[in-house]
Every structure is written in structure tokens, then in C-alpha cells.
């Protein structure tokens, strides 16, 4: 079964310093998400991606994130100048119409020291 | 703004004791609400969707069914492979994303 896959697991960070997540949607999705989970929190959503460029983002996603579809088949997140309390589990969905479940990754450990 | 609540917080189960978990949700529009479980590490893994009330679905021991106010997850003579935290999302109408809530974290004990 076709499912989503993050790199790397784990990433750990210098605070200050610019980090890049990677995620590699389902192949025939069109629609593209960036979640992040804090230790023992909720999920909470920050961005939504469709028809390449930006369809939703929540107050979390500041100037300081970005994302992109560079080409085809994967889609990232950039975070520019990373703090402490960016500390967290980011996840990549995806789904293929905007009222299908999503589809989760497993997921990026992201730790800012 | 739309809201997610769960209960319980956690749920401690002897394997064959059937339970309810409950989500209930606050959004304006339910475009659909979403079950999924999530194992320690892991994403969440789709179970169910439900559109309007009085759906139910069935997958195993897990049935969801949904009123306008709540969705319930049944679990069935429950096994020890079902110990996981299980989260409720919504989707709104006018929006894209999902709003989840904490979770209920299950235990099946053997």
C-alpha cells in the first residue's frame, strides 16, 4: 500500500540555524500538509499546499517557515532561523480530494539545542 | 472556533472488556470527521471517516457512529494489539485542514 515517507527521522539542530524537512507524498495526491506534534500536545495543523502555492496556514507558521514542491514528487518544509520551542514531531499528509482522510508520514523528530 | 474535545484522557482495558471512547466537536460545518490511531513514534494511521449524522463504520472490533455533537469509537472484545492512543479530527467546511483533539490513550491489558 502506497504511503508517505519522511526523512530523515531524526534531526537535531544548533538553535539559530536553518533546518529542512523532507516528505515524499503519495504519488497521484494533490493536496499537502505540514503538522507538528510537541511532546505529550494535540496535533496542530500549520500549512496546507494544493495546485502549488499556499491554501491555508495557521497562526504557528510565521515568517520563519516555508515550504515547497521543488519537483514531482517530494514536498518540504523550511524552518530559517530555528528556537527551542520548535522542539517537535513534524508530520507530511497528503490526500488526493479535499474531503478524503489524510495520509500521515511517520514523522520528524526535530530537536533544537 | 472549531474545538475538539476527548474522553477519556486515558483507558485502561483487560483484553475481551468492550468500552466506548468519545469526541466531541464544536466546528461550524462538518465537511467530516476522522478517526485515526497513532502508535508511540508513529503517524496517525487512518481508521474511519463519517460525513453526517447517524453514520456508522465498522472495521473489526472498532465501530464509529456520529451525532451532531459527538462521534463515539465502540471497541469490541478489545486485544492488546489495540493499546494505542486513538485521535479524533474535524474538517470544516470552509477549510483544508484538520482539527484534532488530544487523544485517548488506550491500554489492553492481557
Known amino acids: 500500500e502506497p504511503e508517505v515517507t519522511q526523512t530523515p527521522s531524526h534531526q537535531v539542530t544548533q538553535m539559530g540555524q536553518e533546518v529542512i524537512l523532507r516528505c515524499v507524498p503519495i504519488?497521484?495526491?494533490?493536496?499537502f500538509y505540514w503538522y507538528r506534534q510537541i511532546l505529550g500536545q494535540k496535533v496542530e495543523f500549520l500549512v496546507s499546499?494544493?495546485?502549488?502555492?499556499?491554501?491555508?496556514k495557521s497562526e504557528i507558521f510565521d515568517d520563519q517557515f516555508s515550504v515547497e514542491r521543488p519537483d514531482g514528487s517530494n514536498f518540504t518544509l523550511k524552518i530559517r532561523s530555528t528556537k527551542l520551542e520548535d522542539s517537535a514531531m513534524y508530520f507530511c499528509?497528503?490526500?488526493?480530494?479535499?474531503?478524503?482522510?489524510?495520509?500521515f508520514g511517520d514523522g520528524t523528530r526535530l530537536s533544537i539545542l | 472556533e472549531d474545538q475538539v474535545t476527548q474522553s477519556p484522557e486515558a483507558l485502561r482495558l483487560q483484553e475481551g472488556e468492550s468500552s466506548s471512547l468519545n469526541c466531541s466537536y464544536t466546528?461550524?460545518?462538518?465537511?467530516?470527521l476522522f478517526w485515526y490511531r497513532q502508535d508511540p513514534g508513529k503517524g496517525p494511521e487512518f481508521l474511519f471517516t463519517?460525513?453526517?449524522a447517524g453514520e456508522e463504520k465498522e472495521k473489526e472490533r472498532l465501530k464509529a457512529t456520529l451525532t451532531k455533537k459527538e462521534s463515539f469509537l465502540h471497541i469490541t472484545a478489545p486485544k492488546p494489539e489495540d493499546s494505542a492512543t486513538y485521535l479524533c479530527?474535524?474538517?470544516?467546511?470552509?477549510?483544508?485542514?484538520?482539527?484534532f483533539g488530544p487523544g485517548t490513550r488506550l491500554s489492553v491489558l492481557p
Open positions: 499528509a497528503s490526500r488526493r480530494e479535499s474531503n478524503q482522510p489524510q495520509h
Open positions: 499546499f494544493y495546485n502549488n502555492e499556499i491554501s491555508e
Open positions: 466546528v461550524s460545518g462538518l465537511r467530516g
Open positions: 479530527a474535524v474538517q470544516a467546511y470552509y477549510g483544508q485542514n484538520f482539527v
Open positions: 504519488s497521484n495526491h494533490l493536496y
Open positions: 463519517l460525513y453526517s
